[in-house]
Structures are given as C-alpha cells and as structure tokens.
C-alpha cells in the first residue's frame, strides 16, 4: 500500500494491476488533502492508512482504477466504503456530483496518463 503526493505513470499503474486483479486497481482518494493512496487488496485498508496518516474519513472515497481503459471507463466509483448515510451517500458510489468531479481532479492530477 502507499500514498500518492506526487504523480504515478499509467504504466505503474499497470504494473501493480497485474500484481493484484489483473486489470483493476483499487484506490482511495482524500478530496480535502488531495491524495490516492492505492494497492490493496481492499479500500477498508486504504482507508485506514490514510486515516494513520492525518485524513479524516468524511474526505475519503474508494475508487478503481483500469489503466487500460479510456475515458469516464478510467475511474470506476464503487466501494463498500463509500455507503454513508450520515453524508447523505447512500450506495457504493459517489452520489454527489461536485465530490465526483473533485474525485476525477484529483486522479487527473495524480496519475499521469
């Protein structure tokens, strides 16, 4: 697992998909502090080492990336983390469409494609 301050190249990104599911890279992101932490086996654990690391859990969202896809097929917003319904979240998605777009910033500026 790490964390994400700088950039992270396309071809990591591959490059840690074929290590774990092949085609998919599971991510979370801090929409407030602007970091992707990645390479886990689950977003529960991201999660956590972001929280370990000085984020709260109101900013973070659980994404997956496919290196391999184009477009809005790049970023997939499903995770178990994302139900809230004290935010008003409720399904594994983002519901809101400003936090969306925030998401897309962030990963848009992370990961360099």
């Not at 840690?16 to 085609?23: K, R």
């Not at 599971?26 to 929409?31: C, E, P, T």
């Not at 777009?101 to 494609?113: L, M, Y």
């Amino acid at each position: 697992m790490q964390i994400v301050k700088g950039v992270i190249t396309i071809e990591e990104l591959r490059k840690i998909a074929a290590c774990t599911f092949g085609d998919m890279v599971k991510a979370v992101v801090d929409v407030e502090r602007e970091l992707v932490a990645f390479d886990a086996e689950l977003h529960s654990d991201l999660e956590a080492l972001l929280i370990e690391n000085g984020s709260k859990q109101k900013s973070l969202w659980g994404i997956n990336f496919y290196p391999d896809l184009q477009g809005d097929d790049f970023i997939e917003f499903d995770s178990m983390i994302n139900m809230r319904p004290s935010q008003g979240n409720m399904s594994r998605g983002v519901d809101d469409e400003k936090v969306r777009q925030k998401i897309i910033e962030i990963a848009n500026k992370r990961v360099k494609r």
